[in-house]
């Protein structure tokens, strides 16, 4: 039998802080939470999963994982994430790409991409 999968892990200062923030954005709800570590899921207490895992240092350099999000409303969603506090990055993406890169809260990249159901 293969592996499936469980959890992404996530490094942050505030765990609870940017496992909130996720949470918002995916619909998650919070599985478990303490001081070192946060656990969201969709159904609450499910996976696969994201874990937020205390570190004492910011991030420094672009991801090497990454998480794509597949919104209804390419446009509309970026200028939501944007108003809970993600910020436009620029990791080199071409200016023509069907997707849009933005940085939560602690600085790590993700995707909106344009969606499989929208045209333009």
Known sequence: MGSRWFSVVVDA????RLARWW???L?????????DEVVISA???G??????VAVPEAKLAKNRLH???DPDDRD???ERLVNM??????VGQAGDAHWVVLADPEGNEFCIQRGTHQTA
């Open 13 to 16: 200062v505030d765990p609870g």
């Open 23 to 25: 949470a918002e954005v």
């Open 27 to 35: 619909d998650f709800r919070i599985d478990f939470e303490d001081p």
């Open 43 to 45: 159904d609450g207490n």
């Open 47 to 52: 996976h696969p999963a994201i874990v937020f």
């Open 67 to 69: 998480l794509d999000l």
């Open 76 to 78: 509309a969603e970026v």
């Open 85 to 90: 506090g993600a910020r436009h990055v620029d």
